[in-house]
Nanobody
C-alpha cells in the first residue's frame, strides 16, 4: 500500500504561482512513477503531468506545457508540481497518483491522494 497526501493548494490570482506537494508513505516510493491529475467542477478528471520513478522522464498535458513542472525527491518521498502563470481555467482539485509506469492514463495508477483545491481568480 502507498498512502499519498497532497498539500499546497489555495487561492491565487491569475498569473501567479503555486507549488503542490505530494508526500508518500508505505511501500517504496522510488519504485513508482507519479502523476498529477485534476478535476474541475462538472468535468472529467484530466491528466496534468507525470514523472518516471527515477525522475529522468517527464510528460505534460499540452494545456500546461511550459507553465508547470513536475519533479520528485525520492529521499523525501515527495513529488512536486510547480505551477506558474496560472490561469482561471487551471482551477480544479489536483490529485497525485502512484503507479508502475509513466502514463497519462488514470487507470494506469494504483494509488491516489485525496486532492487539494487550486482556485485561480481572474
Amino acid at each position: 500500500q502507498v498512502q499519498l497526501v497532497e498539500s499546497g493548494g489555495g487561492l491565487v490570482q491569475a498569473g501567479g504561482s503555486l507549488r503542490l506537494s505530494c508526500a508518500a508513505s508505505g511501500r517504496t516510493f522510488s519504485s513508482y512513477a507519479m502523476g498529477w491529475f485534476r478535476q474541475a467542477p462538472g468535468k472529467e478528471r484530466e491528466f496534468v503531468a507525470a514523472i518516471s520513478w527515477s525522475g529522468g522522464s517527464t510528460y505534460y498535458a499540452d494545456s500546461v506545457k511550459g507553465r508547470f513542472t513536475i519533479s520528485r525527491d525520492n529521499a523525501k518521498n515527495t513529488v512536486y508540481l510547480q505551477m506558474n502563470s496560472l490561469k482561471p481555467e487551471d482551477t480544479a482539485v489536483y490529485y497525485c497518483a502512484a503507479g508502475p509506469m509513466n502514463s497519462p492514463l488514470s487507470p494506469e495508477y494504483d494509488y491516489w491522494g485525496q486532492g487539494t483545491q487550486v482556485t485561480v481568480s481572474s
